[in-house]
């Protein structure tokens, strides 16, 4: 075995990725359950979709369960999505049923993965790119580690047709929206209105409402979509995410027609 060669092939193929994912349909922010979820339904319809994740691990908050109880739970609609992933789930009662944290975070990636999305992990998104009639056309992307390390380092861009807001809790992507454009959301104030306090019921219904266009060019999914929108937390059950995910794409599917 050469070092130079093993060294050659993960450069070369690693590059020829970056390159394609330069140009996308869908460019997606956060490989937690609601940017997995969207990614596997759009590569699922060949939609050329690639999840950027900050961390070295893919998941978000899937994989610490409930404090760290590595056990989620699904009600009946979220199980539909996870027999359609093949992960197994146990009704706890009716209505309720438990999934391990591991089976899920480890099977939605690889489904995802074998789906057609590509995810890279390790990349920040720092910036978003606004051209043309004020619409989002891409992302402005950087090493984690530049800036954990905060070294003055530029960044790099890729151009995409639409993007996918699914960071979580800090819901970043509107976030950056308007620290640079002022109260330019489809949101009441304009502005991320801050997410709720724990209401599991209501916020597992409003987060799959509030999976929208929040701004042109943009969606927004998953807890990103219950901080912009105002809505409240939900705490360990997931099915909501997956569903939410599962809107955004066939909602990024119609704007891409
Ligand atoms: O936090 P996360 O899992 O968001 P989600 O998909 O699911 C929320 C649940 O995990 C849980 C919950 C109960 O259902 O409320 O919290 O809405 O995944 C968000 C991912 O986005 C990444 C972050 O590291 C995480 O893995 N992320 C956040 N900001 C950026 C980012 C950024 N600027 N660039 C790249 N990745």
Redesign the pocket.
Known sequence: MDEVIISRAITESYTRDLLDSMELQVAI?????????AAYYLAKEKIKTTI????L??????WGGGMMFNK?VVQDEGKEILDELGIGASQYQQGYYVASAIEVASTLCSQTVKAGARIFNL????DVVIRENNKISGLVLNW?PVLSANLHVDPLTIRSKLVID?????C??CHMVTDKMGEALRTASGKVMGEKPMWAEVAEKR?VENAKEVYPGLIV?????NAAFGSP??????G??LL??KKAAQLAMELLK
């Open positions: 922010v956060g490989a937690g359950p609601a940017g997995m979820s950027f994740e900050r961390k691990s893919i998941g978000g908050g899937i989620i990349f920040s998104v720092e984690s699914a960071t979580g809790h800090s970043e992507i987060v999914t998953g807890m990103a979509a937390r939900m705490g360990p059950i997931f909501g995410m939410s995910g």
